[in-house]
């Protein structure tokens, strides 16, 4: 099993900046790779970022060169750091950690989740 418990949402006005973390415990020997999700009210789940046991990350085109996702392996933390923030990036953002035996045969543990809201 993985814990996960994110940090850092809030209230920011459009063009600001927010940083999440996310600290992952338990068999995190197991994880291949995390990431956030994200969901506002009335759309579908969006995959924001991830970042692999590797290091190397992906965004989704709607923050990609806004959002930045990184890894402290000895805290066991990613983090997002999210600038030039939009009333669109307005979601409850949720990290997850993925264990993977295969690429159609894995496993996702999931966090609380934690609101942003983007608003003036």
């Known amino acids: 099993q993985v814990q996960l418990v994110e940090s850092g949402g809030g209230l920011v006005q459009p063009g600001g900046s927010l940083r999440l973390s996310c600290a992952a415990s338990?068999?995190?020997?197991?994880?291949?790779?995390m990431g956030w999700y994200r969901q506002a009210p009335g759309k579908q789940r969006e995959l924001v970022a991830r970042i692999t046991d590797g290091g190397s990350a992906s965004y989704s085109d709607s923050v990609k060169d806004r959002f930045t996702i990184s890894r402290d392996n000895a805290k066991n933390t990613v983090f997002l750091q999210m600038t030039s923030l939009k009333p669109e990036d307005t979601a409850v953002y949720s990290c997850?950690?993925?264990?993977?035996?295969?690429?159609?045969?894995?496993?996702?543990?999931w966090g609380q989740g934690t609101q942003v809201t983007v608003s003036s």
């Open positions: 997850y950690a993925r264990r993977a035996w295969t690429s159609t045969n894995y496993i996702d543990y």
């Open positions: 338990g068999s995190i020997f197991s994880i291949n790779a």
